[in-house]
């Protein structure tokens, strides 16, 4: 009877993960594929405010069973602060690597059946991976106020903070380093040839230090709670 208990309860905690990484994967690639279709249609600046509107919604979506991370950086960020098991960290930046890769491919190849036209980032490295760190800062900063603390618990806004974030900065810096703020978006941006796979170290190296710098300056004015 234990051992039926022991399974049962198992079980029930593996389904419970399932579930948490459909909707990461889920919520990955409805944010990736609309920023890529947008882009790749020269909607200039409005493709991050598209973006940013999917990104509110899917948030509002799947945050009561996933955190609606959506972002491997937000997810380190979350670890960090202390909100999010050091064994979900690794299946989530997964499935939303392939959530955001599989949106990149769909929107590139099957969609619309073009590339775009590569940034080079060469040439501005250094301002390219300020402005990612910048970005990253100030979108996981919002997401550790808005879902991890007691005084913003069960608030109504969460989703559409988030998402506005998201469309400013990407309307601001998307000039200087395409304002990916997210190593899944910054992968598709590598599939469609948005900004190339020469670029993600320089997306990559940004986005990490402005997460983990966004939450332990959140711990140090906040503290653990």
């Not at 550790?144 to 806004?157: K, Q």
């Not at 601001?172 to 170290?201: E, H, K, M, R």
């Amino acid at each position: 009877m234990a051992r039926l208990k022991f399974f049962i309860f198992s079980a029930a905690k593996q389904g419970m993960k399932v579930n948490k990484l459909i909707v990461e994967g889920i919520g990955s690639f409805f944010i990736v594929l609309v920023l890529n279709v947008c882009i790749l249609n020269e909607s200039g600046p409005l493709s991050y405010f598209a973006a940013g509107m999917i990104w509110s919604g899917m948030v509002f979506a799947g945050g009561h069973l996933s955190g609606a991370h959506f972002n491997p950086i937000v997810t380190l960020a979350v670890f960090i602060r202390g909100k999010c098991s050091a064994s979900d960290v690794p299946s989530y930046i997964f499935v939303q690597l392939l959530g955001g890769s599989l949106a990149g491919l769909l929107a590139g190849g099957f969609l619309l059946q073009k590339i775009g036209q590569g940034m080079d980032l060469s040439v501005s490295a250094g301002q390219a991976i300020l402005s990612e760190c910048i970005g990253s800062f100030a979108l996981c900063w919002v997401v550790l106020h808005v879902t991890t603390t007691r005084d913003t618990l069960g608030n109504s806004f969460y989703g559409w903070a988030i998402g506005a974030t998201y469309a400013g900065l990407g309307w601001a810096l998307s000039s200087v380093s395409g304002s990916a703020l997210n190593p899944a978006i910054a992968l598709s941006f590598g599939i469609n040839n948005i900004s190339g796979y020469n670029n993600f170290w320089i997306y990559f190296v940004g986005e990490l230090l402005g997460a983990v710098a966004a939450a332990y300056v959140f711990l140090f004015t906040n503290g653990k709670e």
